[in-house]
């Protein structure tokens, strides 16, 4: 009784004292290279990236009560930080064409298949789960802004090499 009253006791305090590390935020409001400043980005489906995308692939994420709670802040910056290495649509235009061609269709096809957003994100938020009408304008846009990088560039460019 004695062995699980110590490890508790230490658990707490290992749970006290790391409230007191802290991940940085990510709430930079710096969209010098937003996909916005190279495409036009229609009202609706600029509601469809701020609720469902923008929390994890953008420079400014809105964080939940919980984001304050270790281990759940470190686990959720981990996330954003996976997001944006993936796809970050506050620094798209300095991506190479090539690259913006290939994250929209990365972007086609996990909307298509209902990988994104994720399940573990929209379990807590409901208002980001996409209804056939918001997967198909996000899907619409998507393929105009890659018909139009299409029209715009050679062939060649569009190709993603990987260094």
Same mark, same amino acid.
């Given at each position: 009784? %004695?062995?699980?009253?110590?490890?508790? &006791?230490?658990? &707490?305090?290992?749970?006290?004292?790391?409230?007191?590390?802290?991940?940085?935020?990510?709430?930079?409001?710096?969209?010098? %290279?937003?996909?916005?400043?190279?495409?036009?980005?229609?009202?609706?489906?600029?509601?469809? &990236?701020?609720?469902? /995308? *923008?929390?994890c692939h953008s420079n400014k994420t809105q964080y939940p009560w919980y984001a304050s709670i270790q281990p759940l802040a470190w686990w959720l910056n981990d996330h954003?930080?996976?997001?944006?290495?993936?796809?970050?649509?506050?620094?798209?235009?300095? *991506?190479?064409?090539?690259?913006? *061609?290939?994250?929209?269709?990365? /972007?086609?096809?996990?909307?298509?298949?209902?990988?994104?957003? &994720?399940?573990? *994100?929209?379990?807590?938020?409901?208002?980001?789960?996409?209804?056939?009408?918001?997967?198909?304008?996000?899907?619409?846009? /998507?393929?105009?802004?890659?018909?139009?990088?299409?029209?715009?560039?050679?062939?060649?460019?569009?190709?993603?090499?990987?260094?």
């Amino acid at each position: 009784m %004695k062995t699980i009253k110590n490890t508790s &006791l230490a658990i &707490l305090i290992l749970l006290i004292l790391a409230q007191s590390i802290r991940p940085s935020k990510n709430t930079s409001n710096n969209k010098e %290279k937003d996909i916005a400043t190279l495409y036009a980005v229609p009202e609706n489906v600029q509601q469809i &990236l701020t609720k469902a /995308c *923008y929390d994890c692939h953008s420079n400014k994420t809105q964080y939940p009560w919980y984001a304050s709670i270790q281990p759940l802040a470190w686990w959720l910056n981990d996330h954003v930080k996976d997001g944006k290495r993936h796809l970050n649509f506050n620094e798209f235009s300095g *991506y190479r064409v090539a690259k913006q *061609y290939k994250k929209l269709e990365e /972007c086609i096809e996990e909307v298509r298949e209902g990988e994104m957003p &994720l399940e573990s *994100y929209t379990f807590m938020h409901k208002n980001a789960v996409l209804t056939d009408v918001e997967r198909a304008a996000l899907f619409n846009w /998507c393929n105009a802004v890659r018909d139009s990088i299409k029209a715009r560039f050679p062939a060649d460019s569009l190709v993603f090499k990987k260094k």
